[in-house]
């Protein structure tokens, strides 16, 4: 059986150049930020990472512990823990929280846990959720969560155990105010005697995003929230992998759920520590993400595209309907530049985005808007899209 020795070189020249041509793919794809690739310091950490068992260990697998240390310290909570997947977090925290039913969840219509998780949440925690449309069109505020609570009085409804906001969501933020004051009025809503106070859960899964672009704090952000679910893959650019965090006493039942979910791993330090590496290369190149992502919304709008929501942070969505514009010939005329999106005209930057494809973009569209106003028959057929 062959083996690595220390002599031996990690990456070989085809190694080398296979990840190359993986990270020039990503590079032109703005489908999701998920798209990224390790790094070849990702890489190195993975080959460097401690490979304990996290099932028979009962310490648990250094790298991961020093991960969690990290997340811990970046948010200012007392406890963190690794799970598999955003979803896992997510469902993890949730089902955490809601200990009986009935109950439910009030958030965002469009929230990723009740929109993009295969329908986990009714599963796992029994629970109904409030589905609200902000007012504003953007986020939920204070007043839309007031009007949407459900109080313990009457039992044709199930009560508000849970408020579950989002950062970012499709790319904009939650203000820190706006989360703050929602935060103070759900913690101090009257509840039943003997029942635990209605809990705050953050879907975080570009919080990182969110606290850059709005350009706060994230221990401001995170206190204002019982549990954090944080994506380490959409935006950092780890391979795999989410952070929960709460208390220790949340945390410690967490465990539970997180075996039960089937998030038992065996070396999870390869993946910690290619997530700790994303941490450290990725945050501090955000603002550059943002930047190149405003650039391309204010070349878009000079050219006559819509928005169906501002450009905050790495993702600019378009309102292709409002121009007359069929999906599939976005996808088209993009692919044509070599540049790959889903037809429902979000575009989503990352740390690997590079400014090529950024002008290829850009020159799609004016193409296809050129010949939009020409009058140019445009393809018009189903095509299968995404969003996460």
């Known amino acids: 059986m062959g083996s690595i020795s220390n002599s031996d ?50 310490v648990g697998d250094p790298t991961v512990k020093a991960l969690e240390a990290r997340v811990m310290e970046l948010t200012g909570k007392e406890a963190a823990l690794w799970v598999m997947s955003g979803t896992q977090g997510n469902q993890i925290c949730l089902r955490t929280h809601l200990t009986q039913p009935p109950h439910s969840v009030l958030l965002d219509h469009r929230a990723h846990v009740q929109c993009w998780e295969s329908g986990a949440l009714p599963v796992f925690s029994q629970a109904s959720v409030s589905a609200v449309h902000p007012k504003n069109g953007v986020h939920l505020t204070l007043e839309d969560v007031k009007a ?31 989360a703050q004051a929602i935060s103070e009025y759900v913690r101090s809503y009257p509840v039943a005697e003997g029942t635990p106070p209605i809990a705050m859960h953050l879907d975080a899964a570009r919080v990182f995003d969110g606290v850059a672009g709005e350009g706060v704090s994230l221990k401001d952000y995170a206190a204002c929230f019982d549990s954090l679910s944080i994506c380490l893959a959409k935006g950092l650019g780890a391979p795999m992998g989410s952070i929960i965090c709460g208390s220790k006493k949340f945390i410690a039942r967490a465990k539970w759920y997180r075996k039960m979910f089937g998030g038992g791993t065996r070396q999870p330090g390869m993946m910690a520590a290619a997530a700790l590496q994303s941490l450290n290369y990725t945050i501090p190149r955000l603002p550059a993400v943002h930047a190149m992502t405003r650039r391309v919304g204010e070349q878009l709008a000079s050219l006559g595209y819509k928005f169906a929501l501002p450009v905050q942070t790495n993702m600019v969505v378009l309102d292709l309907e409002a121009v007359d514009i069929p999906g599939a010939a976005f996808v088209e005329y993009c692919a044509k530049n070599n540049v790959t999106t889903f037809s429902n005209g979000r575009l989503v930057f990352h740390h690997q985005t590079s400014q090529d494809a950024a002008d290829s973009l850009v020159d799609a569209m004016t193409r296809l808007m050129e010949d939009k106003k020409k009058g140019v028959k445009l393809v018009d057929e189903a095509t299968e899209s995404g969003c996460s």
């Open 9 to 58: 070189p990690i990456f070989t020249p085809e190694m080398a150049a296979k990840r190359q041509a993986a990270e020039e793919k990503a590079s032109r794809d703005f489908r999701s930020d998920v798209m990224t690739v390790p790094t070849t310091a990702m890489m190195q950490a993975i080959f460097n990472a401690t490979f304990v068992d996290d099932i028979y260990d009962p």
């Open 148 to 178: 949407n609570m459900i109080a313990d009085d009457n039992i044709h409804f199930p009560p508000t155990r849970v408020v579950a906001l989002e950062n970012t969501l499709s790319g904009t933020y939650l203000p820190l105010a706006d």
